[in-house]
């Protein structure tokens, strides 16, 4: 959902600082490592610690290398399968090392268990709602759902949410607590957008299925039709021998 209307707002914001790139000599594929790796640095050196705060203000600066990259492919005509694999890729990287973060605070100094496992929850079920989409176009489904939360939607939540409760630690009361509610509101985002996937999938394979069975039989039905119309011609064959 954000991914529709965000993206095209950004891109538009963000593109004269990618043609500025460009006129440096500075590649695509330079910005999404060079991107990943702030965000991975952002993640888990500041998270585990529970400077959510510091940390939100690292990835923020380098989580929107995922737009200036693509911009950047598009002003180049360079857009290529390798750069929408390898941006892919590296966004699940980034992805895992936010969620990871949490789940190591959470496991550590932050002593909840259960808030460990939803995070962990949480980064395991966005790399698969991520799966089944890919999985189900590389079979040639068109996977006509985008589901309830999508990578964007994951980000923004809790990325807002930890930011503000970083705030906790320059002396504002209570704000830490909205951390734990957008991991169990990803958490449960995500479970049902994995559902809708599934069930979209699953619903598509049967209609293609069914569509090629009867492509099938349309084939085959001349032959039987053929078959019959010689059968029919030696009965006939035989009756007018019968009558003689």
């Not at 991991?183 to 090629?212: H, K």
Request: glycine content about 12%; aromatic content about 10%; overall charge negative.
């Amino acid at each position: 959902m954000l991914n529709k209307y965000a993206r095209a707002f950004f891109t538009r914001v963000l593109t004269p600082f990618a043609a500025f790139l460009i006129r440096r000599g500075v590649s695509p594929d330079t910005v999404t490592l060079i991107g990943t790796a702030g965000v991975v640095a952002g993640a888990l050196v500041f998270y585990p610690r529970g400077e959510f705060f510091w940390g939100t203000v690292v990835i923020t600066l380098f989580v929107f290398s995922d737009l200036v990259d693509g911009n950047m492919a598009r002003q180049l005509g360079r857009s290529s399968r390798w750069g929408a694999f390898l941006d892919s890729t590296l966004d699940r990287v980034a992805d895992g090392a936010i969620f990871g973060g949490f789940a190591l605070w959470y496991a550590g100094n932050g002593d909840d268990n259960v808030l460990c496992a939803v995070s962990i929850f949480c980064l395991a079920s966005g790399q698969v709602v991520s799966y089944t989409k890919a999985r189900g176009e590389s079979i040639g489904l068109p996977v006509a759902v985008n589901g309830l939360v999508e990578r964007a939607e994951r980000l923004v939540v809790s990325l807002v949410a930890a930011g503000l409760a970083g705030l906790h630690a320059f002396g504002v009361p209570g704000i830490q607590y909205l951390l734990p509610v957008a991991l169990w509101v990803v958490a449960v985002g995500s479970l049902v957008t994995l559902i809708q996937r599934v069930v979209t999938v699953r619903r598509e394979s049967a209609e293609a299925e069914a569509a090629a069975a009867q492509d099938e039989q349309g084939q085959n039905n001349p032959q039987e039709h053929e078959a019959q119309g010689h059968e029919a011609q030696g009965h006939e064959a035989q009756g007018r021998e019968a009558a003689k």
